[in-house]
């Protein structure tokens, strides 16, 4: 597990410390009263984030265009760089409490899509090799199983980790939709 820990973590800080420098840039161009740009930054982040649902869409559609793995470095990608658009698009103000309780919301569903994704495929990859060296030790697929049947327990528990993600996404989405409507409102568009 070592070496795989330490790359989700070092990856996490990497993203964590590419959203921090998006919200520091946004407030210093919310100082230089380049409201436009951030304006539009939530509104390309937000779409980037979109469409990179169409991972999600893909697992539960086989007839959706496209390869799976194609989809999941889209979702993957553009829910990095999406997020570090709507970092930029947050920072510096504080001034409505619509927007941050969607952001907080946002980061939540970020950070635990990104520890499910990591430990999900961790405990996949660490369960086959199991299973394959107990196999080769001359033991059954079966008794290989019964050998890691916690491990393969907690993976299926893991798995059920959608059932948090997928609402908390849901919700995300109502906040954004309100959030949206908000500040067409308060914009005058």
């Known amino acids: ?4 820990l330490w790359r989700v973590v070092w990856a ?5 410390v590419i959203w921090y420098f998006g919200y520091i840039l946004g407030i210093q161009w919310f100082e230089e009263h380049r409201v436009e740009t951030l304006y539009w930054s939530g509104i390309m982040g937000t779409l980037l984030v979109l469409v990179s ?3 999600s869409v893909k697992k539960r559609v086989k ?5 799976l793995i194609t989809w999941l470095k889209i979702h993957v ?5 999406g997020n570090f658009l709507i970092c930029f698009h947050v920072g510096g103000r504080t001034h409505a409490i619509v927007p941050w309780a969607t952001f907080v919301l946002f980061f939540i569903v970020m950070i635990s899509g990104q520890i499910g994704y990591f430990l999900h495929f961790y405990i996949k990859k660490k369960l086959t090799i199991e299973k394959k060296s107990l196999m080769e030790k001359g033991k059954s697929r079966d008794e290989a199983e019964e050998d ?3 491990m393969v327990a907690g993976e299926k528990m893991l798995s059920q980790w959608r059932q948090i993600h997928f609402p908390l996404n849901a919700t995300l989405g109502l906040l954004i939709a309100l959030h949206i409507l908000s500040a067409v409102y308060y914009r005058g568009w």
């Open 53 to 55: 649902i169409g991972y």
């Open 63 to 67: 007839t959706f265009p496209g390869k």
């Open 148 to 150: 890691l049947i916690w």
């Open 77 to 81: 990608l553009f829910t990095i760089v």
């Open 1 to 4: 597990m070592g070496g795989l």
């Open 12 to 16: 996490g800080v990497g993203v964590l």
